[in-house]
């Protein structure tokens, strides 16, 4: 009974060990953004949304991880951070030209989410700008 219990905690903190990694030639996509509310809209309302209805349906049709954060300290204090975790530069290029700017692909993928988008602007909007970095 000890050995399995031993065992059990033995591989339960291994795969927690390695579970949080990126490998190499992830992208990484950090953006920042200012939120623009909409009529009685909290911004706690706003993030709920995105974190729960959005973020979950714009992975899927992207084929990424996606992660809100909240400012700790350092430039961008009243912005919402986010970041989007693509398996490869290639994978995200399904969908973005160089500009950064939607390709055919990306449009038709951004299609899908139209009911959500619409759903998401009527509690608010957002601006804001981003950084790739591709994990080494």
Same mark, same amino acid.
């Given at each position: 009974?000890?050995?399995?219990?031993?065992?059990?905690?033995?591989?339960?903190?291994?795969?927690?060990?390695?579970?949080?990694?990126?490998?190499?030639?992830?992208?990484?996509?950090?953006?920042?953004?200012?939120?623009?509310?909409?009529?009685?809209?909290?911004? !706690? *309302?706003?993030?709920?949304?995105?974190?729960? +209805?959005? /973020?979950? =349906?714009?992975? &899927?049709?992207?084929?990424? @991880?996606?992660?809100?954060?909240?400012?700790?300290?350092?430039?961008?204090?009243?912005?919402?951070?986010?970041?989007?975790?693509?398996?490869?530069?290639?994978?995200?290029?399904?969908?973005?030209? !160089? *500009?950064?700017?939607?390709?055919?692909?990306? +449009?038709? /993928?951004? =299609?899908?989410? &139209?009911?959500?988008?619409? @759903?998401?602007?009527?509690?608010?909007?957002?601006?804001?700008?981003?950084?790739?970095?591709?994990?080494?």
């Amino acid at each position: 009974m000890k050995r399995i219990f031993l065992f059990t905690v033995a591989a339960f903190l291994t795969f927690n060990a390695f579970s949080q990694t990126l490998p190499k030639g992830s992208l990484v996509g950090v953006h920042h953004f200012t939120v623009n509310l909409n009529g009685s809209t909290t911004l !706690q *309302e706003f993030l709920d949304f995105q974190k729960n +209805k959005w /973020a979950p =349906a714009a992975a &899927k049709v992207y084929g990424c @991880e996606i992660h809100y954060m909240k400012h700790a300290r350092g430039e961008n204090e009243n912005k919402i951070g986010l970041i989007m975790i693509f398996k490869s530069e290639a994978q995200r290029n399904k969908f973005y030209d !160089q *500009e950064g700017k939607l390709n055919d692909a990306g +449009k038709a /993928a951004n =299609a899908k989410l &139209k009911a959500i988008n619409d @759903e998401a602007n009527k509690l608010g909007t957002t601006t804001g700008a981003y950084t790739d970095w591709i994990v080494e």
